[in-house]
């Protein structure tokens, strides 16, 4: 379509300099989109730089400790994406000796990898006509067409996915794709979009009717679950008791120590655990209240530290006791770590 043609012109003129944009090596590509999903450029580029430089390639990656890799990753959040990217790099190496697949479908057979990372592989990495579309995309496509369809409805899915491919240059797919992410990314950003700079402006429907502020249209979402967490931090001689989270579809092989759930009302200390690690002999010494945004969640979380005296026996089974200096070691989540920073210099 020809308005798209001024993309890649305006994309080489004005595109930021980003590491994962020199490379065509389609492993340190589908990092880079590992990482910068859910993340913003600034917060993910350190934590390319980390994990391109301590595992320049897959079988590096695939041969790397579970726990390094968490820990490496710590704060960046979503940590099922550290766990499947684990995952992909080791069936990429099972299934094709440390060789990436060079073809889209080929992509998709690996799990982990879905239509978007395989278009952005594809493209980026072997110039393929494949039309990437992430939300940046959806949004500049949402505009300029003035498209009414939800951007997240199944029907809107298969429409944007298709608008993608209809204005996609066949020529240079890569350079294409880019430049449309950039333009969704830096121009037409979600709120206060630079439409006087833009190179669509002139045939962009939402702004030759001023109804920009508009679009995309989207399905309202459910409001996050809220939910009453209570961690106790026991103080034995400077040692305390933590867990891996195993099976979960938040924070998985993260630890953290022992936590009761309860309704807003419920003191935790009616909870039958909670008395069994608080004994007579214990004392609360202090309460550190937060609250933790995940994307289907609010967490109002209390942390109490509680001392214990010597000889006590924690009671629960499947928790190791390590030393309070020791913590830091260990990959834990992002509301523990908030904890530990709050708390360190008052242990
Ligand atoms: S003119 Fe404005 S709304 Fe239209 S594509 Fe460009 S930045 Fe987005």
Partial sequence: MKPFLKLIPWYQAYKRDLPWRQTNDPYLIWLSEVILQQTRVEQGLPYYLKFSNRYPTVKQLAKANDDEVMKLWQGLGYYNRAKNMLGTARAVVALHKGIFPNTYEQLLTLKGIGPYTAAAIASFAFNEAQA????????????????????????????FAQLANDVLNKKDPASHNQAMMELGAMVCKPTNPICHDCVLQQTCVAFTSGTVNQYPVKLKKQP????????LVVNHARHT???????????????????????????????????????NHSQVTAAFSC??????????????????????????????KIAITELHTLAVHRL??????????HW
């Fill in 132 to 159: 990437v579309v992430d939300g940046n995309v959806n949004r500049v496509l949402a505009r300029y067409f003035g498209i009414e369809e939800p951007i997240n409805s199944h029907a809107g899915k298969t429409l």
């Fill in 224 to 231: 996050p679950k809220v939910r009453h967490l209570h961690y």
């Fill in 241 to 279: 008791y933590v867990k891996q989270r195993k099976n979960e579809r938040i924070w998985h092989n993260l630890y953290e120590p022992p936590c009761i759930e309860t309704s807003a009302e419920a003191d935790v200390w009616s909870d039958p655990n909670a008395k069994q690690i608080a004994t």
């Fill in 291 to 320: 609250k933790h945004q995940l994307t289907h969640q609010t967490i109002y979380a209390t942390f109490w530290v509680i001392k214990v005296k010597r000889g006590y026996e924690f009671p629960l089974a499947g928790y190791e």
């Fill in 336 to 345: 523990f770590d908030k904890f530990l920073q709050m708390y360190t210099l």
